[in-house]
Each structure stands twice: as C-alpha cells, then as structure tokens.
C-alpha cells in the first residue's frame, strides 16, 4: 500500500486545498471520530437521516470523500441505517467511495456495507493513520474518474463530459464497422454488455466525425427517474411570473451541433420515445412547458443492453424507432472474447492514470499480465479501468503486480492444457447439457445457467454451438 502523498505523487493543484471529506453519523453525539483525526482535512458533519434530503443530495458532489461512521448508530438499526445511506451515495454519486468505520468484530455491519456497495470497511483499531491513507486513496480514485457531472436540478447548462476517447484498436475497429459510420449524420445502435465500452465507442466515432468541433453529451436513461426525464432531455420553459421565465436548456439543445449519446435507451418511457422518433423526423424538439419548436443539429447514438426486438414484441418500445436506429448497428463483444485487447487497454489506462497520478510506473509485470489475460472480467471494460485505476493508487513497486490489481496470481498449466483452455471447455461442456436437459429451448436454459438469453446466445457463437438441436 502507498504510504501517503509521497508516495503517490500527490499533485500540486490538489495539495493546495484540503480534502473535502463528509462524516455521516447517525448520531452526532455517539460518534467517535474526532475531528482530530482529519486536521489535513475539511470535514462537514451530517446526520444519515439529512442524507434523504433534495438539498443534501445535490450537494453529494462537492466532496472528495465520504466516511460513514457506523458505531454511531444504534446497533437494533445500524445495518438498515448503512444499506439506506450507501445506496443513496450510490445512487446519486456513483463516483464517490464511501468508506465505513466499524467496530472490531462487527461483522454483521461489515458485511451489510460491502453489500451495499462500501469501497472499504475499517475497524477502529485501524485508526488514524490507515484511515486517512484510505481516504486519501478513495479521493484520488475520484479525480480519476473526471469532474463529477452537475447535479440534477442545478442551474449548470450540461456540458461534455468526456476528453480524449481512447484510440487504442480503433483503426482496426473502424474498419470492421465501416469507416463511413463516423463521417454520416443517420442515427446509430450500439449494443453489448454491460461496461464493453458503449460510451467510449460513440465518443471515438463522435471524435472521428464532421462533429468532432462541436460537443458530445451523453444521457442514461437508467439512472435519471422517469418523472424528470423529460425535462433532462428536451428542457423546461415553465413560466413563473408574467413577462418571466424559468428556462432550462435540456440534453438535446446542449448537444446541438454534436452528437447526442442516449445510454439505456430500452428505458426510456413509450411517450418519450415517440419525442424522440419525432426529432429524427424533423429534427425540432419543444421544452416541457413550451410552444415553440427548436430546430437543432444533434446526432443521435443510442445504446443498448437488451434485444430491442424483444422489447418491441412485448409492446415496450417503438418499432419504428427501433428501425431509425438500427440503419447502422455496432455490437461490441465482452472483453473476455477480446483477448488481444486486454493488455493493450490495461496499458493504455496505465499509463493515462500514472500520468494524472503524477506516478513514475514502469508498466505490469508479467505476471501481471497473465493474470489480466486469465481473468473473466463480468464486469468487462469498466472493470479493467477500475483495477487499473486501483493498481496506480495502490502500487508500491515500479511495476504493477496481480495483487495492485486485486486478481490471484494464475497457473500457467494446468493437467490438461492451459488453464483458459481447461475454462473454456467447463464452459462449452455446461452450455451443452443445459440445452439438452431443456430440449434446445434457449430460454429455458439461459435460466438453468443463471445468464442472459443474449449472453447463452454470445456463448453458443463463441463455442460454435448449433441454435438447433441437430436430427
């Protein structure tokens, strides 16, 4: 483990104003932080209950850190208290890692924080100076992940989030989509697993294209609630007082002149996806509370996790902008199918992140890299980024090791061949008996493996497995 800012390569920009760390408490009169403790830091104290609050919630953002000091809550209820608390973190500020501070032996609260997403649980006896060390750490992996985005309901404009794609196998994958997808204006699909990169392949077409000037703005309809939606992507023109108005420009006028990138788009509502198809026809949009069409400029890249025509069949979505969107379709492959790749990406992300880092990392070591190529990545290319983003913070040696990135060191043989060919035939062998054991129905067993049909469908491709029972 790195041992503090020296170690690490602090920057100067963040040495110059103290880490902004919020302690959750349940109550402020139980809680055993002293604020001695965080003297390098800047702590604003707030009850777990004031969490629940919109005001609190906007706020989330501002912060570097978030320490929830769970002794201070009445153990008949401090398991609830923690799940509430840190599903709200989550669900409000992903980017933010919450640390919890537990007593020694209470498991049962270490456990209810790890399940609720805590990116570490410290015992007291840990305290102080592993303490700050984490949330050091914790504060470092958040300016990795960029500026937060502004809060819902801020009077902030949206604006693009991201800065410099990577480029890494892009001309080779530009080529297998067709390198005139970026230059045209017509919508685009793109589908695939959860964390494959979806995002980053419609930054590095948006970045390719005659649009490249003008700004990307991305929208995740599965994280915004549906009631403000519709606000968030066509803005609001609601008056307030006559001759006045409280105007808001929404995700599409930002985009105007750019590109448009519409995560989740199998969760948007039917009456939004009928606005939706509605600007792909005229390209005007109308705010929620107004009259007047806006005509814009915007291209529109959709993405997806699910089989829309499946979600067309059971009424949940539009056929027709279903059809406008898939005129140019790009699927991306897990990262587990994508082996050549794997390294590659880890250096890249490597050397972006010992770069804002300020860390003087000579690269993986070998083993390092075996364990890269061994690992399943579920959580495919986000996951990669984070163990990365995890190794730069963590490293203590010029190079990387599997422990930095949190993966077991592989064998490199097994009895019967490699260890990823001895996983691919357990693979291949399971697909096999759940198809027989249901009569080839592939629904059926997607559910008996405990897996998406999409993803039995991505297995059977991959192990060259008929869709049909063979005669």
Not at 39 to 56: G, H, I
Not at 123 to 149: F, M
Request: charged share 30%.
């Amino acid at each position: 483990m790195p041992a503090d800012a020296g170690a690490t390569g602090t920057r100067p920009q963040d040495a110059e104003r103290p880490l902004r760390v919020l302690l959750l408490v349940g109550d402020p009169r139980q809680s055993r932080v002293a604020h001695a403790l965080l003297a390098d830091c800047s702590v604003e104290t707030v009850s777990t209950t004031a969490l629940a609050s919109e005001e609190m919630r906007e706020r989330l953002a501002s912060f570097d850190a978030l320490l929830l000091d769970a002794e201070s809550v009445p153990l008949h209820v401090r398991r609830g208290v923690v799940r509430n608390a840190l599903s709200r973190v989550a669900e409000r500020e992903p980017q933010l890692r919450p640390i919890v501070l537990a007593a020694q032996g209470d498991t049962e609260t270490a456990r209810a924080a790890a399940d609720a997403g805590a990116w570490d649980v410290l015992a007291r006896e840990d305290v102080p100076g592993e303490l700050i060390r984490r949330l050091r750490a914790a504060a470092r992996l958040r300016r990795l992940q960029g500026p937060p985005a502004p809060a819902q309901g801020a009077p902030q404009e949206p604006e693009a989030v991201a800065e410099g794609a990577p480029s890494i196998g892009s001309e080779r994958r530009m080529s297998a989509w067709g390198r005139g997808v970026a230059a045209t204006d017509v919508p685009m699909l793109i589908t695939g697993e959860r964390g494959t990169g979806k995002q980053l392949a419609a930054l590095a077409i948006h970045e390719r294209s005659p649009r490249a000037h003008g700004p990307f703005i991305p929208i995740d309809c599965a994280v915004i609630p549906r009631e403000r939606i519709e606000v968030e992507l066509f803005g609001r023109e609601s008056p307030v007082v006559a001759g006045t108005t409280d105007a808001r420009r929404g995700r599409f006028e930002a985009a105007d002149g750019g590109t448009l990138y519409v995560a989740a788009i199998d969760e948007l509502p039917l009456r939004l996806q009928a606005g939706l198809l509605h600007f792909l026809g005229h390209r005007v949009v109308e705010r929620v509370g107004g009259h007047a069409p806006i005509r814009l400029d915007v291209r529109v890249i959709a993405a997806t996790e699910r089989d829309l025509r499946s979600a067309v069949e059971r009424g949940e979505f539009l056929e027709d902008l279903g059809d406008r969107l898939a005129v140019f379709r790009v699927h991306l492959p897990p990262l587990r199918e994508r082996g050549e790749d794997i390294a590659m990406l880890a250096r890249w992300y490597l050397d972006r992140s010992a770069r804002q880092e300020g860390r003087a990392l000579e690269g993986f070591s070998e083993a390092a890299i075996a364990a890269l190529r061994a690992a399943r990545w579920p959580g495919n290319v986000r996951e990669l980024i984070d163990r990365v983003h995890r190794a730069v913070v963590m490293a203590e040696g010029p190079r990387v090791t599997p422990a930095d990135l949190g993966l077991a060191e592989p064998r490199a043989e097994t009895g019967n061949g490699t260890l990823r060919g001895a996983q691919s035939r357990a693979e291949s062998e399971s697909v096999w008996s759940a198809l027989r054991r249901t009569g080839w129905n592939l629904s059926e067993a997607a559910r008996a493996l405990g897996i998406s049909r999409a993803e039995l469908s991505d297995l059977m491709h991959r192990h060259r497995i008929p869709e049909r029972a063979s005669d």
